[in-house]
């Protein structure tokens, strides 16, 4: 599976942006589907995943009740709507699929993932 990320962007605080990652390969709709971020200097952290059918979503704390996940699997896409962007969420956000089939379980460790986007700047001014 191979993933495109885009959609970053410059917004200001309070703004809004959606991330979309678009997939190639038929099996993508099977295997659950996550987003990162990395900001300067700081690690890679998990901030969003789905399940294959969009069943289940989960969230980091910090972006809870602002970002929502969801895919669209006729078109091989998962989004991130980002609302209220703050200047913590300046990051270059990247996608990633995990390769277990129909799986509803929860990932969320880098190590859960097997392919990646190449990541999308997003950047929050204050």
């Known amino acids: 599976v191979q993933l495109q990320a885009c959609g970053g962007g410059l917004v200001q605080a309070g703004g809004f942006l959606r991330l979309s990652c678009a997939a190639s390969?038929?099996?993508?709709?099977?295997?659950?589907a996550g987003w990162f971020r990395q900001a300067p200097g700081k690690e890679r952290e998990f901030v969003a995943a789905?399940?294959?059918?969009?069943?289940?979503?989960y969230y980091t704390d910090s972006v809870k009740g602002r970002f929502t996940i969801s895919r669209d699997n006729a078109k091989k896409t998962v989004y991130l709507q980002m609302n209220s962007l703050k200047p913590e969420d300046t990051a270059v956000y990247y996608c990633?699929?995990?390769?277990?089939?129909?799986?509803?379980?929860?990932?969320?460790?880098?190590?859960?993932?097997?392919?990646w986007g190449q990541g999308t700047l997003v950047t929050v001014s204050s």
């Open positions: 390969g038929r099996t993508f709709s099977s295997f659950a």
């Open positions: 789905i399940s294959w059918s969009g069943g289940s979503t």
């Open positions: 990633a699929a995990e390769h277990t089939y129909y799986s509803d379980s929860y990932y969320y460790r880098d190590q859960d993932f097997q392919s």
